[in-house]
C-alpha cells in the first residue's frame, strides 16, 4: 500500500529549459551553442550532482574552454543559470491533493548545490515531508543506494513509496529497489492512478 509519494524535482515539479538562460546571457546562436555544450551538457554539469564540485567552481573549470569574449555573459550565466526553472504546471495542486489524501511527500533530486538557493523560491522547505539532493549525499540517481539512503534517513519503506521521475533509467533504478515507480509524462492523472 503506497503510503508516500517521492518526487524528482527537474521536469516533474520544475520545468528545467536552459534554452531560457542561453538566450538572456548570449547574442548569437553560435555563443548559445558552445554555452549548452560546455555546460549544460559538459562533465562539470553531473560533477556538481554528485557533489564533486560547486556550482562556483564550474566557472573556473570551464571557463578555459571558453572564448574571451564569453567570459563576462558566461559568469552571469554560472551566477543565474536557474532563471531557467519554473513550476511544472499541475505540480502544486498535485502535491495539495496528495498531501489532503494523507500521503508524505518526498524529494529525491539531482543537483547542485544551488538547489538550496532556488528550490525554496517555489516550494516552501517544510511543504515536503523530507528533501534529499544529491550533491549533498554524494550519491547521484539513478545509483540505488540514494534512493536505500532517502529510505533509510526518513523511515520509509520502499514498498510504500511511489516514485516520479521523467527519467526511466531512475525510475527503473526505484523499481529496484522495490518502490512503486513511474515515468513522469505530463500527466498528472496517470500519477494519481497509482495511488
Known amino acids: ?33 558552445i554555452i549548452e555544450r560546455e555546460l549544460f551538457n559538459g562533465p562539470e554539469w553531473i560533477m556538481g550532482d554528485e557533489g564533486i564540485i560547486t556550482n562556483e567552481e564550474r566557472y573556473e573549470r570551464i571557463l578555459p574552454r571558453i572564448p574571451a569574449h564569453l567570459h563576462e555573459a558566461f559568469k552571469r550565466c554560472i551566477d543565474g543559470w536557474d532563471m531557467c526553472l519554473s ?10 491533493t496528495v498531501r489532503k489524501k494523507g500521503y508524505g511527500m518526498y524529494v529525491l533530486s539531482n543537483a547542485c548545490n544551488r538547489f538550496h538557493h532556488f528550490f525554496s523560491r517555489y516550494f516552501p522547505r517544510d511543504f515536503f515531508d523530507g528533501v534529499m539532493v544529491s550533491s549533498d549525499v554524494k550519491m547521484i540517481k539513478p545509483n540505488p543506494e540514494i534512493y536505500r539512503h532517502l529510505c533509510s ?26 518502490m512503486e515507480a513511474v515515468v513522469f509524462q505530463d500527466d498528472w492523472d496517470e500519477v494519481e492512478k497509482r495511488l
Open 1 to 33: 500500500m503506497i503510503r508516500q509519494v517521492v518526487f524528482d524535482m527537474g521536469n516533474v515539479l520544475l520545468q528545467f529549459r536552459p534554452w531560457i538562460a542561453l538566450e538572456e546571457f548570449f547574442e548569437t546562436p553560435e555563443d548559445r551553442e
Open 153 to 178: 534517513v526518513y523511515g520509509l519503506k520502499p514498498e510504500e513509496c511511489l516514485f516520479v521521475d521523467d527519467r526511466p533509467e531512475n525510475v527503473k533504478a526505484a523499481i529496484s529497489i522495490g
Open 87 to 96: 513550476p511544472v504546471p499541475g505540480a502544486s495542486a498535485f502535491c495539495d
